[in-house]
T-cell receptor, first 116, second 113 residues
Framework: EAGVAQSPRYKIIEKRQSVAFWCNPI?????LYWYQQILGQGPKLLIQ????????DSQLPKDRFSAERLKGVDSTLKIQPAKLEDSAVYLC??????????????FGPGTRLTVL | QKEVEQNSGPLSVPEGAIASLNCTYS??????FFWYRQYSGKSPELIMS????GDKEDGRFTAQLNKASQYVSLLIRDSQPSDSATYLC?????????????FGKGTLLTVNP
């Protein structure tokens, strides 16, 4: 079974530029998550999709971050404009069904973003 | 605001010893508890999940949960250098907006040959 795919793996941009990350979840997984992991910290949830609907975006900085999940499969996370403090690893995860308490999240390899 | 607390370490143990990693959480009605291992530069990988009080064993790993004390731990027996990584504790709440996974900052474990 293929895992969660993400691209690009690395991205270096200058502040005020825009950037987009792509994620393809495990086949059949209804729930998709985007996390931000700053060096030395645990992952922080940015947004959570159930199929193609947003179920939690309470920690997404909506003035600069946006995300979509068209057709309930692939997802794109965008930052525009980027700030220095956005330098982090952006992790995508997927799970079968968010409402099951045993539901398990599987992570992709992540995209390491450096903002100069 | 739910919180998950872990000692940041580093925790250093000799090869063959037992490594003990601890985690406390603030949301009393949390239902699900997970331990992820994260090697440097890699993404988190699930190694254990536990949902009820007591111990759960899987190979060299044992997860322990005490909901009354709001405490979950991970024991690694016969520690190997390949176990050197950051271990993340993650907790899921009971429902609604609390249903998301909240991670601790992780404990860095170093196993010395």
């Amino acid at each position: 079974e293929a895992g969660v795919a993400q691209s690009p793996r690395y991205k270096i941009i200058e502040k005020r530029q825009s950037v987009a990350f792509w994620c393809n979840p495990i086949s059949g997984h209804a729930t998709l998550y985007w996390y931000q992991q700053i060096l030395g910290q645990g992952p922080k949830l940015l947004i959570q999709f159930q199929n193609n609907g947003v179920v939690d975006d309470s920690q997404l900085p909506k003035d600069r971050f946006s995300a979509e999940r068209l057709k309930g499969v692939d997802s794109t996370l965008k930052i525009q404009p980027a700030k220095l403090e956005d330098s982090a690893v952006y992790l995508c995860a997927s799970s079968l069904d968010r409402w099951g308490y045993t539901d398990t999240q599987y992570f992709g390899p992540g995209t390491r973003l450096t903002v100069l | 605001q739910k919180e998950v607390e872990q000692n940041s370490g580093p925790l250093s143990v000799p090869e063959g010893a037992i490594a003990s990693l601890n985690c406390t959480y603030s949301d009393r009605v949390s239902q699900s508890f997970f331990w992820y291992r994260q090697y440097s530069g890699k993404s988190p990988e699930l190694i254990m999940s536990i949902y009820s009080n007591g111990d759960k064993e899987d190979g060299r790993f044992t997860a322990q949960l005490n909901k009354a004390s709001q405490y979950v731990s991970l024991l690694i027996r016969d520690s190997q250098p390949s176990d050197s990584a950051t271990y993340l504790c993650a907790v899921r709440g009971s429902g609604g907006s609390n249903y998301k996974l909240t991670f601790g900052k992780g404990t860095l474990l170093t196993v010395n040959p």
